[in-house]
């Protein structure tokens, strides 16, 4: 985890938003967005989405909503909405 | 055992018995622990004030009883949540009328130790005596991670045990410590508070017990890559479903019919050993009649918990939320509501028993007071004799059978309803949910066989203890009203099924079904119609049987016949189109079931939730029923 993130700010990448990433995807957390209530903030931090964790993009439900992501060593679902308030670095590839 | 009292009102323990409260996250097999430390002796009840379940057990160390507790599962101290406000109150001694408990044992799953050990900081900082068990650790050897129990317990400065929940092991081990808590080795210096420094903390405790976090589970992978494939996932899921309904619905049904019998034998032999007819009645219908009540729900309640259990313990569960959630966000649910949904099509009673799965308190009530809405098997036989009553079998509409069509109106009229109502509920009354949704997908896992027993047992002694006696007293009381006064006199030479309706043409139901014509005259209803409404309440096919014998019908049971040339006091048909359509629409809203008001109060621990659906649902079935009728005379029906 230490060594993806440290290349993570090395290259300085783009912010995006979780929501945006394709199944597959692999990206470093960076915060929640400003616009998340404190209670969805710390909820999503709870669940392993601090900044520095690594997240994969894991699949899409059948009607493309929710995703299913790994953070944390642990694989669990999120709703469009909330994916949207979730900053994110991708890494290439 | 014998230090455990009714834990309704909270007061579980008796003074002086020690109390070790279980703690971890969501999915860290804290439940399956728990099963084994007190096997199937627990209680279980609600907090007080809040729709959280509670369950206490004792275990035996040494001929010493230690109580203990499963707290419900949380990520951290910071509650966000109602539910999660339980835990923190309770370990803080915060918690109105419940002692903080005399020591913890913390439950993480090791294979995802780097999320859960700021809970373990957490707890820690609590002070109170405290031991790591780590569970899964078969699981995390198996996937290439690692980890040092003893360094970690020199880390923490706790003692650390390592069990399968899952086979038991390592459990006698655990429950070999539990009394002694006051000798466990106590942290020299406690984890520190700040958020930053807790993370490093974490980290640092982490990597002097070299631990190695493990792969992801290929065999999981492998797995979902089919059952939540795009086409084939959906596949499976219909499938599943299928199977799910098609086991509550039919394998239950002959446990039932089988139940039935067995009570009607009873009942017959009651009848024609005992001379006095009051005792007579009360047995052979009053309480045989009400027993039989509760009991038929038993093999459906087992069933559905056997099927719920295995399902989320294999965990396909959170794979069928994961596949469904955006279907029931229209509704302002999420997925795991939907099988609660489909249960109610069976029963609303296993129905509102599985929104236990559910997390958020707002979404189990709303899940709760709309689910009866959901056509349920009861509904069938009225619907049947309703929709006899209106179109013959030989009718066609569209080249398909008139009867087929309108009872698959009925059912999709249930069903949507049911939807829209928790949409409204959920947009209105239970507005404004903290919590997202969130959902873990555990790996899939063979479940333990008693997992599955403890979680069929507990909910049937739930069911049969707090449900049950207000079922069998309502069952009672309407005997009462649709038997009494005796009319022995009047009687006297009249054919049995005359004599059976005299009786409740003139029996203080007859009299309360008098005094509410008013209400339900608008809707076509006379107050014999009323009369079977009442008997309904036991049952909703009750409503068949009572309909047939107020009607003095040759076979109680099928009353069409007698129902067709039925009149009023005025000589008019009872039975019209429009009547029968109002009937039809009131049946389908109106919460006619008192077995379903018993479990709502069980369920949600206070009457006001049940009096709340009771009253919406009679609204809407009175307003609905009468806008149906009033179209259908309009149209000369």
Redesign the interface.
């Known amino acids: 985890m230490a060594t993806s993130s440290q290349r993570a700010h090395d290259q300085s990448g783009s912010v995006v938003v979780l929501a945006q990433l394709p199944p597959g995807g692999r990206a470093t957390v960076v915060g929640t967005a400003p616009q998340a209530?404190s209670?969805?903030a710390?909820?999503?931090?709870?669940?392993?989405f601090?900044p520095k964790a690594q997240v994969d993009v894991?699949?899409r439900?059948?009607?493309?909503?929710?995703t299913?992501y790994?953070v944390?060593?642990?694989?669990?679902?999120?709703?469009r909405?909330?994916a949207q308030l979730i900053e994110v670095v991708p890494e290439p590839g | 055992m014998t230090a455990c009292h009714d834990v309704d009102a909270g007061a579980v323990t008796v003074a002086g018995i020690r109390r070790v409260a279980l703690v971890g996250s969501p999915n860290a097999g804290k439940t399956s622990v728990f099963n084994h430390l007190t096997g199937l002796r627990a209680k279980t009840g609600n907090y007080p004030g809040v729709t959280v379940g509670r369950s206490v057990g004792t275990t035996s160390v040494d001929g010493v009883a230690v109580a203990v507790e499963d707290l419900p599962g949380t990520y951290s101290l910071d509650p966000i949540s109602p539910d999660e406000r339980v835990v923190t109150d309770l370990l803080t001694g915060k918690y109105p009328d419940i002692d903080r408990p005399d020591a913890v044992v913390l439950i993480a799953d090791s294979t995802t130790l780097r999320r859960s050990i700021t809970l373990i900081g957490q707890v820690l900082r609590l002070d109170l005596p405290c031991l790591l068990t780590l569970t899964m650790g078969d699981e995390l050897t198996s996937r290439g991670g690692r980890i040092d129990v003893e360094a970690l317990s020199t880390a923490l400065g706790v003692p650390v045990l390592a069990v399968v929940g899952h086979h038991g092991s390592g459990i006698n081990g655990l429950r070999a410590r539990l009394a002694s808590f006051d000798q466990w080795q106590r942290p020299p210096i406690l984890p520190p508070s700040d958020q930053q420094a807790i993370d490093a903390w974490g980290q640092s405790v982490l990597d002097a017990a070299d631990y190695v976090a493990p792969q992801p589970d290929q065999r999981t992978r492998r797995i979902d890559r089919v059952l939540l494939h795009p086409l084939w996932g959906t596949v499976i899921f219909f499938a599943v479903m299928f199977w799910f309904f098609q086991v509550l619905f039919t394998a239950a049904a002959p446990l039932r019919d089988g139940i039935a019998r067995g009570l009607t034998y009873l009942g017959t032999q009651v009848a024609e050993h005992i001379g006095n007819p009051i005792i007579r009645g009360l047995l052979s219908q009053g309480i045989i009649g009400g027993v039989g009540t509760v009991l038929q729900f038993i093999p459906q309640i087992v069933l559905l918990f056997l099927l719920l259990a295995f399902l989320e313990n294999i965990g396909y569960m959170s794979r069928a939320a994961f596949l469904m959630d955006r279907v029931m966000a229209m509704t302002g649910l999420e997925g795991r509501a939907f099988v609660a949904m489909l249960s109610s099509v069976a029963c609303a009673i296993p129905g509102i028993m599985a929104t236990r799965t559910l997390p958020s308190s707002r979404d189990r009530i709303a899940t709760i007071v709309t689910a009866p809405l959901m056509t349920c098997s009861a509904r069938l036989p009225v619907y049947t004799l309703l929709i006899g009553l209106l179109v013959t079998s030989q009718t066609r509409w569209w080249g398909l059978s008139a009867q087929g069509v309108t009872m698959f109106l009925l059912y999709l009229g249930g069903g949507m309803s049911a939807l829209i109502a928790a949409l409204l509920v959920k947009s209105t009354v239970l507005r404004g949910d903290l919590l997202p949704f969130t959902m873990e997908l555990p790996p899939y896992r063979l479940p333990s066989p008693q997992a599955m027993l403890a979680a069929m047992w507990s909910a049937a002694k739930v069911f049969l203890r707090k449900a049950g006696t207000i079922i069998l007293a309502t069952s009672l009381v309407l005997w009462a009203l649709l038997n009494l006064p005796v009319r022995e006199e009047e009687t006297r030479g009249l054919s049995s099924t005359d004599s059976t309706a005299y009786v409740m043409n003139h029996s203080y139901a007859a009299d309360v079904g008098k005094a509410i014509a008013p209400v339900f005259t608008p809707l076509g209803f006379d107050w014999r119609t009323d009369v079977a409404l009442l008997g309904s309440l036991s049952a909703r096919e009750v409503f068949v049987s009572t309909l047939g014998q107020v009607s003095a019908a040759t076979d109680p049971d099928h009353p069409r016949q007698a129902l067709t040339t039925m009149t009023d006091d005025h000589g008019q048909r009872v039975f019209t189109a429009p009547t029968v359509i109002a009937l039809m629409i009131y049946f389908m809203f109106a919460l006619q079931c008192m077995s379903t008001i018993a479990v709502m109060r069980r369920e949600t621990n206070s009457w006001r939730w049940p009096a709340f659906a009771f009253s919406y649902m009679f609204v809407l079935a009175w307003v609905m029923a009468f806008a149906a009728r009033t179209i259908a005379v309009g149209l000369g029906a």
């Open positions: 209530t209670a969805l710390s909820r999503l931090n709870q669940l392993g601090r894991i699949r439900a059948p009607l493309g909503d929710p299913i790994r944390q060593d642990t694989e669990l679902c999120l709703r909405r909330e």
